[in-house]
């Protein structure tokens, strides 16, 4: 795994080794599937009422392609489609957040629709995974927008 990766997962809080052994067997197979290198992570989760993190989904970001591994802490499902100019559009939520610094409080979610499709992905993030969501907004969904 990435240094970078492993450095990003244990700011939202996972560093459990069962948890990483996960990961990284998700990014092996990742690997496989894909077939383009994966440049981007992103943990979709949120935080309760009572401050716990509840961690969905794993989206995994290639030039080409958006990997999800579907409840990843409990499945082996995965979903990739093709990136490249194959979004329609975005809709961008957010609380507390002012796409600089997040607090404690800040929460942000994306939906994106794909081109020619129904399926649409939908990003979460809470507390300081919102600025690493705005970036891959910004660097894997945004420009694969179709014009």
Not at 13 to 37: F, R, V, Y
Not at 96 to 110: C, L, N
Request: charged residues 25%; glycine residues 2%; aromatic residues 10%.
């Amino acid at each position: 795994m990435k240094d970078e990766f492993r450095n990003y997962l244990e700011t939202v809080g996972i560093n459990t080794p069962t948890t990483l052994e996960t990961i990284e067997q998700i990014l092996h197979d990742a690997s496989k599937i894909c077939q383009d290198e994966i440049e981007a992570m992103l943990v979709d989760e949120y935080t309760q009422q009572d401050g716990k993190r509840i961690y969905n989904d794993l989206h995994l970001f290639s030039k080409k392609y958006s990997f999800t591994a579907n409840q990843f802490l409990s499945k082996q499902e995965y979903y990739l489609l093709p990136l490249r100019g194959n979004i329609t559009h975005l809709v961008i939520q957010k609380k507390d957040y002012d796409f600089e610094e997040p607090t404690e409080a800040s929460r942000i979610s994306v939906t994106f629709q794909f081109k020619h499709s129904e399926i649409q992905g939908v990003l979460t993030a809470s507390k300081e995974n919102c600025a690493h969501l705005w970036s891959i907004i910004k660097t894997h969904l945004q420009p694969n927008m179709v014009l």
